[in-house]
């Protein structure tokens, strides 16, 4: 089947340019003798962690413990949940779900490793925990210090529970557009992110992981040494934010974009404007329109719920019609693929195969 | 089970006060003498379609022929999908569905009006077409005035299609707060509608179905009575910009909040804040942020893809803890409910039913 037969509004992915991404990741974090763990909350995909992990990642971070459950439950080892899991209803379902993989869980709160240990220990179950600190995100996370330490120790004293690490992330700063300010950023957070760290070590319990960084902040943590896993995400697809982040060397970033949003056009009521059929349940808006790929000189504005609407930047006459399709490039990957139920594989003008978004809606 | 014991984040739906709303709309428009097609791409269930074709709904309005496709296989009879079904695979698809139950589409485009005819012909099938005319939205449709009336002709022409009205929506002016400027609006649209009916009229076609309206502007198009048929979807529902904005001779719409995200509290990283495990995944982002429920004196703000961040507006200590739940009012009740698989029903605290969000990302 060809791309442009396929019912739009739907979601393509560019195999060859995934493969690419994947592969310079492998390339850029063997380099540099970094372990990764690449998030899994970008794909929702258990096809694109298989391919992750065959190229070298140590397992996936998925973003909610539903995201975990269903990668486990796909044959995906070796997972992260990067959020704390809270009372017993979910404590009891990631113990169910630690029978087939291993699944470590962060922590910030003593209650809650408490119920963690109780809980492990009914069950018969070691879990690894790592505690989360707060390096400049002002989200989640102990402040950074010796907070940390007062938490990893009580990890340690628990029979079920093994404190495994340290996660400190800042999402707010991996799209900074000027690299060397991203640097700065990137550096500051790190700073913390040791301060925290050596307060562990002076209690004698040793970190075997310290993760953290994503696609923006990866050549910084990467330069740094500090982090033994990445958290790298967005570089598989890329959107029209992170396209447009500098890199140090370069004046973009070393990953292409590989996802898009095939849309057709249903209305042409004046020669200034098309309609198509993406809208704001089609494309993600938290990040801004998406970008219409391919050519200049058109923008894209979410004309509601189910329409865009497509100018000229001059005014002229758009060169589409009702029945044309056009490719978008996502402003945010993440969100976007959060509305889709599939991905359709595509390889040059072919559609190749159709991958499951397994993890999509998997919020709690 | 009660609402509370719910894992988070979680959609809810308020039994009694969804079943009030259903109530108002069929009192309304009895009393106004006027049909009703209520917009089912709002809540995407066939449950509710239901009940709303109980409490006398001629039907339900779908937005795309993905959503009608999925009603259909639900039983729900007598549906207008209101954009045009564009191509010939969509249009092979719409024809099959229409062997199960009656729909009508909107159409604003000469060649696949044609289309449409022929593969109705060829499929031998009547097909019910609604020419879309632009009143003010600067969307899809036709200019106002005698564009309609040739298209309608074209229509009444083909030997498998029937010309069955007129469709003119203005979805930007449905939250127009101030009552009177939304009044002022609502009457500039139907005079549009109102020039192009009398265009169509003159050919000596009749037109059997004048459809739009929403929730904002129902009174004005229930005082004006052009329209034969109201497309009102939010009112079942409603959200914090719709239960913002004036009614006539009222401080608020007479339609009570019925949804809410339940959200639960997973960090307490310092007095000032907590943080709750719904992001730009669990609450739609394109209205702002969603609103706490119940209680004045606390904002939420988005902390990205799974995180929102709550703070006391006075800068106080936060009265949450980890492990609470509170409910939050969606900014915009359409697009979060296309972020989940399904509804909880509750009356009480009581958790009483499980509905499908049956149309949740058919978006082709």
Not at 54 to 83: F, S
Not at 205 to 227: A, C, I, N
Not at 274 to 280: N, P, Q, R, Y
Not at 318 to 331: A, I
């Amino acid at each position: 089947m060809k791309t442009l037969e396929l019912d739009t509004p739907v979601l393509l992915i560019d195999s060859d340019a995934l493969d690419r991404n994947i592969a310079r990741m492998k390339d850029m974090t063997a380099a540099a003798g970094v372990t990764y763990r690449p998030h899994a909350k970008t794909h929702k995909s258990a096809v694109i962690a298989a391919k992750q992990i065959d190229a070298g990642a140590v397992g996936v971070c998925c973003a909610k413990l539903g995201e975990a459950e269903v990668m486990a439950a796909a044959g995906i080892d070796n997972i992260l949940i990067t959020t704390a899991v809270i009372g017993e209803s979910k404590i009891f379902r990631l113990l169910h779900a630690l029978n087939s993989v291993r699944i470590a869980v962060v922590a910030d709160n003593e209650d809650n490793i408490n119920m963690l240990g109780r809980m492990a220990q009914l069950a018969g179950q070691q879990l690894d925990v790592i505690v989360e600190v707060d390096i400049g995100q002002g989200r989640c996370g102990v402040p950074a210090g010796p907070e940390a330490a007062r938490l990893a120790q009580i990890i340690d004293a628990l029979p079920n529970l093994n404190f495994a690490g340290i996660q400190g992330y800042q999402g707010k700063i991996q799209m900074v557009e000027d690299a060397d300010m991203r640097k700065a950023d990137t550096e500051t957070g790190l700073d913390k992110f040791a301060a925290t760290l050596a307060e562990v070590e002076k209690t004698g319990l040793s970190v075997p992981v310290k993760t953290g960084g994503g696609t923006g902040t990866s050549p910084f943590d990467m330069e740094r040494g500090l982090l033994t896993e990445l958290q790298t995400g967005s570089y598989v697809f890329m959107d029209s934010r992170y396209g447009g982040i500098g890199w140090p060397g370069a004046n973009a970033p070393p990953f292409e974009q590989s996802l898009h949003i095939l849309t057709g056009v249903v209305s042409k009521p004046a020669p200034d404007r098309v309609i198509v059929d993406a809208g704001l349940k089609s494309a993600s808006s938290d990040h801004g329109p998406p970008v219409i790929a391919d050519v200049d000189g058109r923008t894209y504005e979410f004309g509601g719920d189910e329409h865009g609407i497509i100018r000229m930047t001059d005014g002229g006459e758009v060169p589409w019609n009702v029945g044309d399709k056009l490719r978008l490039v996502p402003s945010h990957c993440d969100t976007t693929v959060n509305l889709y139920d599939q991905y359709m594989v595509v390889q040059g003008d072919e559609v190749i195969d159709v991958w499951q978004i397994d993890t999509r809606g998997r919020v709690q």
